[in-house]
């Protein structure tokens, strides 16, 4: 091959080393060069190397695609390079459909804004055969693609599933979109998009707002909640994590699915919920034959096994490609021996190391996180997009604040991030941390926080009002937050659980932001010392998925139910519980199938459950996150209290007895299905009373903040700052998932079994707490708010001033377009927010 051939010329790597130390080294302000520029340009032969990259641009080995965008992109920067030069080099980046390098080199004057007309005959010819092989016309609308966007697209065109599979930056999101609005112009469809976490919900759905409005589409019910208003004239376009979606399907079990999209798929092999994923793709399928089936996934070396489990009928394939749209650098930072304030970087690859040379840190870092802030200040020089990966919330807040004091004061505050903070201070605490350091243009962001409030953090990150932001785990569930550089000490992913190769890929994956930056740095401190060191190999991730995990070792699931399902087993081992909601949710509706070998050890173990079961199979499919045993049990339980049974009914939030209840019905709930600590039975009450009645978070954050300094043991033990983080963990966690589960199938068998009791009256009083846990508000009018894409934060202060609290979605749109929004009493951040959805 002779793209190879050339790769592996001595002279071509000769001079390759000397471009990949050259172009990383003039992204690093102050850094004291080991080599000086002059004599690395004086190694260089441009005509050379630019001829020898044109070839490689050819290839689909990724080496070859790395050198290519990397050697023409450092052409067009470098100032040495002729014209001509530069317009070769831009050639070779049309030759790779890297459309946005070209704009970023056009916008730094790198680039004449009309290269092309310069340029021979043969390469105009080449460059409009390029764009018309990677475009498509969707309505009325010419949509440039890259060569992997392509590749989708015609997979969408010539399969009914596909499974596609790409680095963090290729534009995965873009293209799916896309495929969303040409199908939506063509007539009347219903599409699920899927996405691991509430987090990314928000993000799908501000992308799919703007696309519509790009293509006029106009009738669409977008949602993201599981309860909604169907509209038979419109499309529908419902964007969910798998426990939404989970809920969608019981409400909505009639409406026809067209289309569904998986993104960030390869979560299917995350434990319990990875297991509620697969299950809930595979009745979407079974409910929907002819649904189109979208899979999406990070850098993956087996895409087709989410295709495995398929109907044969299913016309599939994997899309699994090698395209580059930024090039990612991976630095190691260590001291430099007996000079604690001064590290050395040197750039690494899986056959060769280059030292670039040093950095001055602005102090002696005598703390672990002082060296994660002042590596960050020393190697951006104060520039924008810098991510600093935290181990946690509580040392993302530590860490910005050692940026905060190191950073120069008596900066005026930008106009954007004073909104914040005033959003900040409202929304949560008068002294939360995050008020302070956005003075200074730095933020941490946590999955834990206001969405709100994140939201607001990844628009100001993006358009570069904040320079430093630290973030969490979170970085890692598909959060679209690029950055020129990335800085990570000893990655955890949770408790002392160091991050995989993995994982650290697809961290590492946010460096570059594709169209403002040539290349992005990743910057490993004393990656020597951590528990897995980096590597640079970038290894495709394999998907397992989390049911074969369990399957692989039956033994323990088998165990597991032979022993009734101990409560506090589940606790720790939500994947055995899962696995049994799963497994006998495939017995009872005669899908365990046949060839596989655990299916007779299973049956035989589930005919003996069956039996004891008096619950009808609905109510067991409709929990597959408890235990069919556990559900018996609170059945057996509900019998034995027929006398008193309306004591057991679940009372409203605003009820006058509420605390009294709700204290009892988490009780009840943590010695039946589940297994809660005894001890926090009465705080938890009071923070679901307080969330589902709809009150801030400042509400409650202030409340709990009272009740614990009232306790005198711990008066000195908790900190505002501690207080905050455990309400917003505790509503994330306990209020708005745990809870929100038990609850519901508290709610499901309470309500069977009053029906076979002939307690209709009662039935009419159950709340539907599962929903108002999940969207922290119980009035309807709350919900329809939320269904029209507005944050809790908008819900809670808009509806300050609307009486009626019984609106369906309509009603409550028309309610706020009658509004003189300026007039209202709103953040002017909650004000975008409401005009960005109306």
Request: aromatic share 8%.
């Amino acid at each position: 091959m002779l793209a190879d051939k050339l790769f592996n010329l001595t002279s071509f790597q000769r001079q390759y080393d000397t471009i990949l130390i050259l172009s990383v080294s003039t992204t690093i302000n102050d850094l004291t060069w080991s080599t000086p520029r002059e004599e690395l340009l004086l190694q260089i032969d441009w005509n050379n190397v630019i001829g020898i990259a044109s070839a490689l641009s050819y290839s689909d080995i990724n080496d070859h695609l790395d050198a290519a965008l990397r050697i023409s992109q450092s052409a067009i920067s470098e100032s040495t390079t002729t014209p001509t030069q530069k317009q070769a080099a831009a050639v070779i980046l049309q030759s790779l459909t890297n459309r946005p390098a070209i704009k970023l080199a056009i916008e730094r004057e790198f680039l004449s804004p009309d290269f092309e007309n310069h340029l021979p005959l043969p390469f105009k010819l080449q460059n409009i055969k390029t764009e018309f092989e990677h475009s498509v016309n969707i309505g009325n609308n010419l949509v440039s693609l890259n060569k992997f966007q392509s590749r989708v697209y015609n997979g969408h065109l010539e399969n009914d599933a596909i499974s596609i599979s790409a680095p963090t930056s290729a534009g995965k999101s873009f293209i799916l979109c896309n495929i969303i609005a040409e199908e939506l112009l063509k007539g009347q469809i219903n599409v699920v998009y899927i996405v691991p976490t509430r987090a990314l919900i928000a993000q799908v759905e501000d992308d799919l707002i703007s696309l519509f409005a790009r293509f006029d589409l106009q009738n669409i019910n977008l949602s993201t909640v599981p309860q909604y208003d169907a509209i038979n004239t419109e499309s529908n376009v419902f964007i969910f994590t798998q426990e939404r979606l989970h809920w969608f399907m019981i409400e909505h079990s009639d409406l026809p699915l067209h289309m569904i999209i998986v993104d960030e798929a390869h979560k299917i092999e995350d434990s319990y919920r990875g297991i509620l994923l697969q299950q809930k793709i595979e009745e979407v399928i079974i409910r929907n034959p002819a649904i189109k089936v979208y899979f999406s996934s990070p850098f993956t070396e087996n895409p087709e096994i989410l295709l495995e489990d398929l109907p044969s009928s299913k016309v599939s394939a994997p899309i699994n490609t090698q395209f580059i749209s930024v090039n990612q650098n991976l630095l190691f930072c260590t001291q430099v021996p007996m000079k604690s304030n001064q590290w050395e970087l040197k750039l690494s690859f899986s056959n060769k190391q280059f030292r670039l040379g040093t950095i001055q840190l602005p102090d002696r870092p005598t703390t672990e996180m002082k060296k994660m802030a002042f590596i960050s200040i020393a190697f951006s020089a104060n520039e924008g997009g810098n991510i600093i990966y935290a181990n946690g919330a509580a040392e993302a807040e530590e860490i910005a604040l050692i940026l905060f004091d190191s950073l120069e004061e008596n900066q005026p505050i930008l106009s954007n991030n004073k909104l914040l903070i005033d959003l900040v201070k409202k929304t949560v605490h008068n002294d939360y941390r995050l008020a302070k350091v956005l003075e200074r243009r730095i933020a941490f962001h946590y999955g834990n926080m206001p969405l709100i409030i994140r939201q607001e953090i990844e628009k100001l990150f993006k358009t570069g009002e904040i320079k430093y932001l630290i973030c969490t785990s979170t970085l890692l569930e598909g959060v679209n937050l690029p950055a020129k550089s990335i800085f990570i000490r000893k990655p955890n992913r949770g408790r002392n659980k160091p991050l995989s190769h993995n994982d650290f890929w697809n961290l590492a994956g946010r460096a570059g932001r594709w169209g403002k930056e040539f290349s992005g740095n990743i910057i490993c401190i004393e990656p020597l010392n951590w528990p897995n060191p980096p590597t640079p190999e970038k290894k495709k991730q394999k998907i397992v998925r989390a049911l074969d995990v369990v399957e692989q070792n039956i033994d323990e699931l088998i165990q597991y139910i032979d022993e009734g399902t101990p409560r506090e087993l589940a606790e720790s081992r939500q994947d055995l519980e899962f696995a049994f909601g799963y497994f006998y949710g495939k017995f009872i509706t005669q899908r365990l199938p046949e060839e596989r070998t655990i299916t007779k050890q299973l049956s035989r173990l589930f005919d003996g459950i069956q039996k004891n079961i008096d619950l009808p199979n609905e109510i067991i499919l409709h929990n597959p996150g408890i235990s069919p045993i556990a559900q018996q049990n609170l059945l057996n339980y509900f019998k034995s209290k027929s006398n008193v049974i309306e004591e057991l009914v679940p009372v409203y939030p605003e009820d006058a007895n509420a605390f009294d209840e709700y204290t009892k019905l988490v009780a009840r709930i943590g010695k039946t299905i589940s297994n809660y600590q005894y001890q926090l039975n009465s705080p938890r009450a009071i923070l679901l009373i307080n969330w589902m009645a709809g009150k801030p978070l400042s509400y409650i954050i202030r409340a709990t903040y009272n009740s614990y300094q009232k306790k005198e043991k711990y008066a000195t033990k908790k900190t505002i700052h501690v207080v905050i983080r455990e309400v917003m963990d505790n509503v994330e966690t306990f209020a708005r998932f745990r809870f929100a589960k038990d609850s519901s199938c508290y709610i499901d068998i309470l309500r069977y079994f009053l029906k076979e009791i002939k307690r209709d009256d009662l039935v009419e009083q159950i709340p539907q707490l599962n929903l108002w846990l999940e969207f922290g508000v119980s009035q309807k009018t709350h919900l329809s708010l939320l269904s029209l894409g507005l944050t809790r934060n908008t819900v809670v202060e808009l509806t300050k001033y609307i009486t009626d609290t019984n609106m369906n979605r309509e009603e409550s749109l028309l309610w706020i377009r009658k509004q003189n929004i300026d007039q209202l009493d709103l953040s002017p951040i909650i004000k975008n927010d409401i005009l960005s959805k109306i």
